[in-house]
C-alpha cells in the first residue's frame, strides 16, 4: 500500500506561483507514473498532469496551458507540481496519486489547499 503526503498549497495572488510536492512510500504496483489532480468545491474531480515512472512523458489537462509542470524525484520518492501565472479558477484542493492513464488515480493523498485570490 502506498502513502501520499502533499505539501505547498497556500494562498496567492493571481499570476503567482507555487510549488507542490508530494512524498511517496509504500508499494506502487500496476501504476502507470505519478499524478496530480485537483477538486473545487461543488465542481467535478480534474486531472491535472501526470508523469511515467520513467520520467520521459508528462501529460498535462487541457486547461494547463503550459502553466504547470510536473516532474519527480526519484532518489526522494517525491513528485512536484510547479505552478505558474494562477488564476482564481485554480482555486482547489491538489491531491497527488498513483496514476493510472487519463483522469484515473489508484490511491491519493489528502490533498493540499491552493487559494487563488483576484
Known amino acids: 500500500q502506498v502513502q501520499l503526503v502533499e505539501s505547498g498549497g497556500g494562498l496567492v495572488q493571481a499570476g503567482g506561483s507555487l510549488r507542490l510536492s508530494c512524498a511517496a512510500s509504500?508499494?506502487?504496483?500496476?501504476?502507470?507514473?505519478m499524478g496530480w489532480f485537483r477538486q473545487a468545491p461543488g465542481k467535478e474531480r480534474e486531472f491535472v498532469a501526470g508523469?511515467?515512472?520513467?520520467?520521459?512523458?508528462?501529460y498535462y489537462g487541457d486547461f494547463v496551458k503550459g502553466r504547470f509542470t510536473i516532474s519527480k524525484d526519484n532518489a526522494k520518492n517525491t513528485v512536484y507540481l510547479q505552478m505558474t501565472s494562477l488564476k482564481p479558477e485554480d482555486t482547489a484542493v491538489y491531491h497527488c496519486?498513483?496514476?493510472?492513464?487519463?483522469?484515473?488515480?489508484?490511491?491519493w493523498g489528502q490533498g493540499t489547499q491552493v487559494t487563488v485570490s483576484s
Open positions: 509504500g508499494r506502487t504496483f500496476g501504476a502507470l507514473g
Open positions: 496519486g498513483t496514476w493510472n492513464g487519463g483522469p484515473d488515480f489508484g490511491s
Open positions: 508523469i511515467r515512472w520513467s520520467g520521459s512523458m508528462t
